[in-house]
């Protein structure tokens, strides 16, 4: 969790949208949905209740920034930069993170169904308590990303790389793409529900044994 300065002062949209670097401040039940911001800096900020639906958000900074119950639904994320940032009880349901960097990243309890991360290098974050079903995670080398608890049913995996991510503790029925998962660690109960997957892979055909009558 960021360490935040126990005064912060508030900030509100016009302020917000007039000049690009703010440090210091609170944003609080703001309604930002469907704004399109551009190259903004947050350093050492809380971000609650605010609403983004739909925003476009392009090079945003967040250094040691708290997120909480803010709803990011359907944003489109490009090359944003986050060291030292908490994402708490947020909604990023069918939201798409394109390029940037995650170092020191904390999610927790989001939902994020349907959600798209691609071509995100090496991103260092922990996901706990969180939502993916029928996410699309792509293009990225996500061996230092950490789930626990996390629902991951129907996640689609397309060219990244899982190895030394630890799976344990989360459900992964209907998981796509299971040849990615090379390199990462599962518990064997896991292993059962990923059968259908691993079969697909390889192209095994499972069928039921003929039974002769008597």
Sequence with gaps: MPALPPALDPLDAAGLRAQPEHSDVELVDLDLCAERLTALSLEAARVKGCRFAGAELRRLHCAQVVFETC?????????CDFNEVAFLDCRFTGASL?????SAVLLRD???QMAKLSHLGRPHALLTGCDLRGALLM???????RFAACDLTGV???????KGCDLRDNELADLKGAGCLRGATIDALQLLSLCPALAAHVGLVVEEAAIEEG
Excluded: K, Y
């Design 98 to 102: 394109t390029g940037g960097r995650l």
């Design 156 to 162: 689609q995996l397309f060219n990244v790389d899982l």
């Design 110 to 112: 989001c939902a994020a």
């Design 71 to 79: 709803d990011f639904a359907n944003t489109r994320w490009f090359d």
């Design 139 to 145: 293009e990225s080398d996500l061996g230092q990303l």
